[in-house]
C-alpha cells in the first residue's frame, strides 16, 4: 500500500493527487481525508471498482455506500430530480458533514446502492478530497476506511493499521476536523428522516427546514434501522466496553469495583471527570462542555486500549444535545453493555 504523506508543499501534493486519481481511474481503491474520518475511495460508476472496496473492508453487500461529489452537476447526474428541500440544504451545508439520500437514477453501480432504489450523496469539506475528485472526474463511492466494525479511521496511520496490503493507496491529509461520520438525511419522505445523526445536527438543519425526524429505530425502538449500515455491531474497541450512565461519584464507584475484581482498566472520559477520577489508564477527550472535542476524540480513544493492556473499557456518558445525539449513538453501538446509577 503507497502512503502519500501530508506534505506542505502544493506542487508535491498535485503530484500525489494525480497518481491517487490515476490508480482510481484504473480500478482501485484509494484511501483519502474528508473532515469527517478517512474514506475508501472508488469509481461510483465502475461495478468492479466498487467490489474492491466491499473486500478490502470485509463490509457486507447489503449495506450501501455513500457517493462522493465535487459540484452539483455530479448530483444531477445520479439522482432522478432534485426537490427544492435538498437545493436549500446544499446551499446551507455543503460541502459538508451531511449526505443526502436521493431517488438513484441507476448511474451509480449497483453494488454501491446495494440494490436499493435510493442514492446516497454528499460533498466532503477537505481540499484534498475536492481535489481528488477533480482529478478523478468521476462521484467516488467512499465508506470509511476501516475493516468491517472498527472504529472509523481519523488518522491517516489507523487506515494503515486496518487495511495495509488491501488497498492501492493512502493519501495522508492529517488528522480529521469532526472526528465522527457525516449525517444521513433522507428527504425522499413528506418531512426528511435523520437515519444517521453526525456533524450536521438536528438543531443545525431545523434553522433551514421547518420539520426533521429521527428514524425511531435510533431511539431503540423495535423496527429495522431505515439505513442498512446502523443494523450493524460497530466502533468495537479491542477490549469490551462498559457505558457508564450517573455523576462523577458513581463514575468513581464503579471503578473501584471494577479494581476490586483485580480487572486492568482502561478509562475514556472527559477533562473534567478524568480530573475527578484517580487512576493511570485514562484517555481524554476534550471537555463536556465541549461535545465536538469529545466527537473529534472519541475513535482515536477507542482504538487506543488493546485487548492485552486492560481486561475492560470504561466510558462516560455524554448530554444528547447538539453532536452529542451522534457521540452517544457510536458509543451505544460500541458498548458491550451499561452500567446505571440505580
Ligand atoms: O462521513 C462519512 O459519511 C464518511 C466519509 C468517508 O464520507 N463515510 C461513511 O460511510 O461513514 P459508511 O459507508 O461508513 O456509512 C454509510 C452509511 C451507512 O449507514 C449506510 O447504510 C448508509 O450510509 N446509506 C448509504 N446509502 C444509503 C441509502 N441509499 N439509504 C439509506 N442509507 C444509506
Ligand atoms: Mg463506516
Known sequence: TKMWKRLNH???NDEAVREAAQLLLDQQVVAFPTETVYGLGA?????????????????????PLIVHVSDRAQVESLAVEIPPVAAELMDAFWPGPLTLIFQSNGSAAENVTAGLSTVAVR????PLALALLEAANTPLAAPSANRSGRPSPTTAAHVYQDLDGRIAGILDGGPTGV?????????TAEVPVILRPGGVTKEDLETVIPRVEVDPALAG??????????????????????LVEGDDSFFAETLTACKSRGERVGIIASRELAD?????????????RHLSEVAEGLYGALREFKEADVDVILCESFPETGVGAAVMNRL???????VKDQ
Open 332 to 338: 451505544n453501538k460500541a458498548a458491550e453493555k451499561k
Open 43 to 63: 469509481d461510483a460508476t465502475n461495478k468492479k471498482a466498487v467490489q474492491e472496496i466491499f473486500e478490502a473492508k470485509g463490509r457486507p453487500s447489503d449495506n
Open 10 to 12: 502544493p506542487q508535491k
Open 276 to 288: 475527578f477520577l484517580d487512576h493511570d489508564r485514562i484517555i481524554r477527550c476534550g471537555s463536556r
Open 221 to 242: 425502538s423495535a423496527e429495522a434501522p431505515k439505513s442498512p449500515g446502523m443494523k450493524y455491531k460497530h466502533y468495537a474497541p479491542e477490549a469490551p466496553l462498559w
Open 179 to 187: 472526528g465522527l461520520e457525516s449525517t444521513v438525511l433522507d428527504i
Open 123 to 126: 460533498m466532503p469539506d477537505h
